[in-house]
């Protein structure tokens, strides 16, 4: 089975949103999991991988990817991290480098300014966003020549706002910010709230003055034939997870 990753129409350069399709995984794992945190068989993660990494055109060694913390550390990469890194976000002005973010509901967002050759990926969850790592990202950006006015964004598969239940400890978090954020939730079922992470993404990447910035439409949690999902699989009582990967390279 082809990849088939999703294309967003604003990035201009190498990318794609990876589904589960054209995987060698099985089990709750069916398809292209990427994650090697996970419990799936290792070197069928490292399969899937490859696999990836050939349809970016880039051998597997030039597949850099970074240790996930839910953070808003942003690091600026020349080639693959001989040791992992902590962070939830790269860049890179190096051509032939790709950088690949793994996500289930958490946003993976893509970012290039084509005209100055420098890349960006980022994983945005609920706290990387609130804390700062889609600036972070921008800010490392700037550090190799990027303009944030030429900078263009796009949010793949992520929880989509009808599917993220959250409690009202979760909306206190975000009022004791900023009362502004109280328009990105929506009444749910009791003292249940609906959570729209993209929405409050897409204004923190425009407030932050890039030039454009999109999702691309696709829920997680709504469509399990294409996309894992962390929620569905608490739902589901599920032992695991597979994790999807985006890329982009120059």
């Known amino acids: 089975m082809s990849l088939n990753p999703i294309k967003a129409d604003d990035l201009s350069v190498a990318h794609g949103f990876f589904t589960r399709h054209g995987g060698a995984s099985s089990g709750v794992f069916e398809g292209l999991n990427c994650g090697l945190g996970s419990s799936d068989q290792r070197e069928t993660v490292l399969i899937n991988r490859a696999r990836v990494a050939k349809a970016m055109d880039v051998a597997p060694d030039r597949l850099a990817s970074v240790h996930q913390t839910h953070s808003a550390n942003a690091v600026v990469l020349e080639g693959t991290p001989d040791t992992p890194i902590e962070a939830d976000a790269m860049v890179t002005a190096t051509p032939g480098l790709a950088l690949g973010i793994l996500t289930a509901d958490c946003q993976p967002v893509l970012f290039a300014d084509a005209e100055n050759g420098v890349i960006g990926a980022a994983h945005a969850g609920w706290k990387g966003a609130l804390d700062g790592v889609l600036e972070a990202t921008l800010d490392a950006m700037e550090t190799l020549g990027a303009k ?7 949010i793949g598969p992520t ?22 954020y ?3 939730f929506a009444n749910g079922e009791g003292d249940r709230m609906q959570f729209d992470l993209v929405g409050f993404s897409l204004q923190k990447l425009r407030q932050a003055g890039i030039g ?7 829920c997680t ?22 994790r999807l990967i985006s890329v982009i390279r120059l």
């Open 148 to 154: 944030r006015e030429d900078i263009r964004a796009a």
């Open 159 to 180: 929880i989509s706002q009808r599917a993220y239940e959250v409690g009202p400890e979760f909306l206190d978090r975000f009022l004791d910010e900023d009362a502004e």
């Open 182 to 184: 109280a328009r990105f």
């Open 212 to 218: 454009t910035a999109t999702w691309i439409g696709h």
């Open 221 to 242: 949690y709504s469509d399990p034939e294409k996309f894992y999902s962390y929620r569905r699989s608490v739902h589901r009582r599920e032992a695991d997870y597979g």
